[in-house]
């Protein structure tokens, strides 16, 4: 079974216990690797002969190095401008939602506290994902509000 | 002068592969000299390439019946959706005859072999082509709802909504506003 390949940046030990609880139980053929900030996201990404993860979830406010600030150096880096990047926040506010996106976020998650509800969500953002990356799709236009 | 050749066919068709895959970067694992198993996914294009360039040295890569057919029907929902001809058929009805098969069939061969239902995935395409057209400026909501076989603008605003979590009007404004970012970055 091909493994999906899924990276997450939180700096939180707790949230990404949750996180890593919640897609073991989803069935699916995840490998996740995870970083506790921006700085060791980017440092991870810019590895030579590294497998490219196949959606990257980042926490809005980490310190040093914040999910925007991740965002805009991702997009301008020649090899890895066309990753999916979901950005992954407890803020509900319109404008941190815009903010994301318009930074290139293609996805952006309201971190929920059920955990059945962040395996629903996770899984449906898992698996769209997939497609535009099984498939022809284009992910230019790969815009999800959560 | 003469050489005198002995040769190992399985080790040379595994070190021609192998060389391939490097190239790529991708990881597999071997299961036996016929069975290779990619641990990653290639897109069309990278493995149409791989496909050719093992062609040259006689190796063909045989792609299970599953997998033909599953490409063949993310190709023909593709085709469909982009055909303006199609609008007012129902889609399950198309596929079924483009590749005389039964819907059901078409199916549950779908939702077996990848993460998605066939439904979900016909959604999506249709979706995509949407944004296409809302960002083109050229169509009203109303031509595109028509033009993708949706009851209603609203049946259209409902799935995009669905499937987005974006109204149509926020997902313009959000391009927008993106690519003008980008064109600064990129120009400043």
Redesign the interface.
């Known amino acids: 079974m091909?493994?999906i390949?899924i990276l997450l940046a939180d700096d939180d030990d707790d949230d990404r216990l949750f996180f890593s609880e919640a897609i073991e139980q989803l069935g699916?053929s995840v490998s996740l690797k995870w970083v506790v900030n921006g700085v060791e996201l980017l440092d991870y990404l810019k590895t030579p002969?590294i497998?490219l993860p196949?959606l990257i979830f980042l926490d809005l406010n980490m310190p040093i190095k914040g999910g925007i600030e991740c965002l805009?150096e991702i997009?301008?880096t020649e090899y890895l401008k066309h990753l999916s990047v979901a950005i992954y926040s407890t803020s509900s506010a319109e404008q941190d939602i815009?903010e994301s996106?318009?930074?290139?976020a293609n996805i952006?998650i309201r971190k929920p506290s059920d955990f059945d509800e962040l395996k629903a969500i996770l899984n449906k953002v898992?698996?769209?994902n997939?497609?535009y990356?099984?498939?022809?799709?284009?992910k230019e236009?790969f815009?999800?509000?959560? | 002068m003469k050489l005198v050749l002995g040769y190992q066919v399985d080790i040379l068709a595994r070190k021609v592969v192998e060389k391939e895959l490097m190239k790529i970067?991708v990881?597999y694992k071997y299961h036996n000299s016929s069975q290779i198993?990619?641990?990653?996914?290639l897109p069309?294009a990278v493995f149409e390439k791989l496909k050719r360039n093992l062609e040259e040295f006689g190796i063909h890569i045989r792609e299970t019946q599953q997998e033909q057919l599953i490409q063949k029907i993310?190709?023909t929902v593709?085709e469909i959706v982009h055909d303006d001809n199609y609008y007012s058929f129902k889609i399950s009805s198309i596929l079924s005859d483009k590749l005389n098969l039964s819907y059901g069939y078409i199916a549950s061969t779908f939702s077996d072999h990848?993460?998605?239902t066939l439904e979900?995935?016909i959604m999506?395409?249709k979706i995509?082509r949407a944004?296409?057209m809302i960002?083109s400026d050229e169509y009203s909501l109303t031509e595109i709802a028509y033009k993708l076989n949706y009851s209603s603008v609203g049946h259209l605003s409902n799935q995009f909504k669905k499937?987005?979590?974006?109204t149509s009007t926020?997902?313009l404004r959000?391009?927008r506003?993106?690519n003008l970012?980008?064109n600064k970055?990129n120009n400043g």
């Open positions: 091909k493994k390949n699916l002969d497998q196949e805009i997009r301008s815009e996106l318009i930074h290139g952006y898992i698996t769209t997939h497609q990356h099984s498939s022809h799709l284009s236009n815009m999800m509000v959560i | 970067g990881s198993e990619l641990l990653e996914e069309c993310k190709d593709s990848t993460l998605n979900n995935y999506l395409q995509e944004k296409v960002l499937i987005t979590g974006l926020s997902f959000i391009i506003r993106r970012l980008y970055i």
